[in-house]
């Protein structure tokens, strides 16, 4: 409040919530939510209507309000009840703060602080897992939920979150040992070593594990030499036959098979084998309705209408989540929802084709929200929803704004020139 007649302290706290968010992700589901509303609400006196008007019809905003325009009328062609659309709705809301972020971090060159926040909340997550992992009693975990290295939330949010840490200080790592600040560059490479640790000695989701080898993958052909590349490929082959000789891989993988051969032959209720049946069934309700789809939260309706077989069995399971990003649009939303969604990420991926850190971070939030909603529906569920959100919002408008090349306040020259109210620097 005592900051509403000076510009340059309103854009620095609408900053510094967005910090706040970053640094609860990791933590808490209710505190995003809190915070997030109070940024709504610093952001809001700020905006300035005819320059945010225009940024909404760049590639980058419109995809996204696209989106939920279509889930919200979804709604009127589903045959689920009111209270199961409205609800379905919500996962794709978050989408509207995409456009906000970018017009605000255009504006502003703390967009850095936001990943540093995050960066820093990871590591203490890091440090509470492998606390946890020696005195399982020392989590927030009730009795009958706790799992090995897992403070507060899940083992998945958990392995996003490593992953996407351990990969995005590949950047930092390889600048500062290219100007000879080894010692820097050194610690930061031991904390994405003790990411990656965490991951292979106390616990990952199989997503994580499946798909860091592909991030990795983009980074070394973005940013390294051909001999980078080779030396990069050597190593990641090296590590994945040792890792797959390990005891503990060797179990995942025959888990895996023996959930598969479960399914098949007994229609037991197995991780792998449920997958392919959500799956299975997700392509048939597609072609009954390709292209607008069935209507917005009308999955769980259809799963109910196609079990069969006894309770138990994995034919008979209803879910609300077919398990995979594309499948779950496709449902709602047909081929027109399908074409929007991948609009979205193909404009997010161009958007980061520069050089610099915060491109290689916007990049790889995109590259792994890609990848990851091959296996599961991340776009729409909070944790990694907000993730993509905040990721993308933040390192976008810092690339469009030119890592907000303005005043003292961080304001854009760009802004400045395109509102008639404009937030002038501080005097």
Request: glycine share 8%; charged share 15%.
């Amino acid at each position: 409040m005592a900051a509403r007649r000076d510009p340059a302290a309103q854009i620095r706290n609408i900053d510094l919530l967005t910090v706040l968010i970053a640094v609860l992700l990791p933590w808490s589901t209710s505190g995003v939510a809190i915070a997030s509303l109070l940024w709504l609400i610093a952001l809001i006196p700020t905006l300035d209507v005819r320059a945010f008007a225009q940024s909404l019809k760049r590639p980058v905003s419109a995809p996204p309000i696209a989106l939920f325009v279509l889930a919200l009328a979804g709604t009127l062609w589903s045959d689920a009840p009111w209270g199961a659309r409205l609800y379905a709705v919500g996962p794709a809301a978050k989408l509207l703060v995409l456009p906000l972020l970018l017009y605000h971090f255009e504006r502003t060159p703390r967009g850095k602080w936001v990943f540093v926040g995050f960066l820093v909340s990871c590591a203490l997550m890091l440090a509470m897992s492998w606390i946890v992992a020696f005195a399982p009693a020392f989590t927030f975990k009730p009795v009958n939920e706790r799992v090995c290295g897992v403070f507060v939330k899940n083992y998945i949010d958990q392995s996003q979150e490593f992953a996407l840490c351990a990969l995005a200080l590949a950047f930092p790592v390889m600048a500062l040992w290219k100007e000879d600040r080894r010692r820097p560059a050194a610690w930061l490479f031991l904390l994405a070593l003790a990411f990656v640790a965490n991951m292979v000695f106390v616990i990952a989701s199989r997503t994580a594990l499946a798909t860091m080898p592909l991030m990795l993958a983009v980074f070394a052909f973005r940013y390294l030499p051909w001999r980078g590349i080779v030396a990069v490929g050597i190593v990641t082959l090296v590590a994945g036959a040792a890792w797959a000789t390990a005891p503990r891989m060797c179990r995942t993988i025959d888990t895996i098979a023996r959930d598969f051969e479960l399914y098949q032959e007994r229609n037991i209720p197995t991780s792998a084998g449920l997958r392919i049946e959500y799956w299975t069934k997700s392509l048939r309700f597609i072609g009954e309705a390709p292209l607008v789809g069935h209507g917005t939260g009308s999955i769980r309706g259809l799963f109910e209408k196609a079990a069969t077989g006894g309770a138990a069995g994995a034919s008979a399971q209803v879910v609300a989540n077919p398990h995979n990003q594309t499948l779950s649009v496709a449902i709602q939303w047909g081929a027109i929802g399908v074409v929007l969604l991948y609009a979205m990420w193909l404009s997010h991926l161009l958007l980061f084709r520069g050089e610099g850190l915060v491109a290689w971070v916007g990049l790889l939030v995109v590259v792994q929200n890609v990848l990851s909603s091959l296996f599961n529906s991340h776009l729409f569920d909070f944790h990694e929803g907000w993730m993509y959100v905040l990721g993308v919002g933040v390192a976008g408008g810092t690339v469009l704004g030119g890592a907000g090349m303005g005043g003292r306040d961080g304001v854009s020259a760009a802004t400045q020139r395109g509102s008639r109210d404009s937030i002038r620097p501080a005097t």
